[in-house]
């Protein structure tokens, strides 16, 4: 089949073909060595429908391979990377749900937009939380900082010389919100203010120095989360365990663009390379932090984590420990103890910090 052939019956355009040629999606059966036409196979019509409708729910390149890659091997675990990345747009989706209808009461009063969210008159439920912070095993001092209470739940990892100044200077900034509004669009606005006065604080405290950031309010109902950096945080909810963030690192972005595959990305050298995070350079706003909002549930369980955990332990063992249903404190020293455990080469290479909350009736 020609390229114009093969684009009428994938639903693809030729512009498009020819970037997934590039990035290995869609390699073509034979390309003229003279003229460089490229020509498809019929049997590859079916790999590019299912580029196409990846592509159609918004599956960034780096998943859309990962689906692919999988979709003649194990199905099963081609349909839950689906599942996982849709029930991110769920979560954002619920996000821009819950502003429309914080919006649409402000400026008009309540109307029957009000209805589209389930929790503004739900009963409040409370956090059971804990945090830990470890050194590691190589690192000569402490630079990460953990929160966790009943209201706001934060984790910090420091980096230059004064590291440990700028991530304590930032969770103070953050404190320093609560009591926080509710009303879904008062609490990220208040929260967008609080992250931009860390960056300031940053640059104050800890002048060529600085911070990531992820952090989360909880209001009785709603998460509201915050996140710089490449720290992380995920949430465990009827036994799947959802990433939540995305690492604002070069590397990443080289997923995102489809240029390095997860694997390959594990072990760039530059894997740490930040594209945001909070140091108060130029003295300007300071870096636009991800702001997302979500619908809580007795049973969530929450994780925040500094790279120190992430960086070394898949999420498959994330998800067993989380799942294992111990407290708290006891989670927290588990997911710890991965991290540092001589076992897989890992050994604690890095400062180790990380919140887990549950959210429970009010009053336990």
């Not at 929790?119 to 804990?130: H, W």
């Not at 609490?187 to 640059?203: F, I, S, Y």
């Not at 991965?338 to 009053?363: I, K, T, W, Y």
Request: net charge negative; hydrophobic share 40%; aromatic share 4%.
């Amino acid at each position: 089949m020609t390229i114009g052939e093969f684009a009428r019956a994938s639903r693809l355009s030729a512009k498009a073909l020819r970037r997934y040629d590039e990035l290995g999606l869609l390699t073509p059966a034979r390309v003229d060595a003279h003229s460089g036409y490229r020509y498809y196979a019929g049997a590859q019509v079916e790999r590019a429908r299912l580029v196409a409708w990846l592509r159609r729910i918004g599956m960034p390149l780096a998943e859309v391979r990962d689906v692919c890659a999988l979709h003649g091997t194990d199905p099963g675990a081609a349909a839950r990377t689906v599942r996982a990345h849709w029930a991110r747009v769920e979560a954002e989706t619920a996000a821009r749900r819950d502003l429309a209808a914080s919006l649409v009461d402000r400026l008009g009063g309540p109307t029957d937009m009000t209805a589209m969210t389930s929790t503004t008159n739900a009963r409040p439920y409370g956090l059971l939380s804990a945090a830990l912070s470890e050194r590691g095993r190589v690192r000569a001092s402490n630079q990460d900082r953990a929160h966790a209470g009943p209201r706001l739940l934060a984790v910090a990892d420091g980096y230059g010389e004064a590291g440990e100044r700028a991530a304590t200077a930032a969770l103070a900034e953050i404190e320093a919100l609560l009591p926080a509004p509710e009303r879904p669009g008062d609490l990220l606005n208040a929260l967008e203010d609080g992250v931009r006065r860390a960056d300031t604080a940053v640059g104050a405290a800890a002048p060529g120095s600085g911070t990531t950031l992820t952090a989360g309010v909880w209001t009785g109902a709603r998460l509201a989360l915050a996140h710089v950096g490449d720290g992380r945080a995920y949430l465990l909810r009827d036994g799947e365990l959802t990433r939540l963030t995305r690492d604002h690192t070069v590397v990443q972005a080289r997923v995102e663009a489809g240029e390095l595959d997860p694997a390959e990305a594990a072990a760039h050298p530059d894997r740490a390379l930040l594209l945001r995070a909070l140091d108060g350079a130029d003295g300007g706003p300071g870096p636009v932090p991800d702001l997302t909002l979500y619908e809580g549930k007795p049973g969530d369980r929450w994780l925040l984590c500094t790279d120190g955990l992430s960086a070394v332990v898949p999420e498959a063992e994330l998800h067993g420990v989380l799942a294992a249903g111990g407290s708290p404190e006891d989670t927290v020293r588990a997911l710890a103890d991965l991290a540092l455990a001589d076992a897989e080469g890992r050994g604690g290479p890095d400062n180790v910090s990380c919140v887990v909350a549950d959210v429970v009736p009010e009053g336990r």
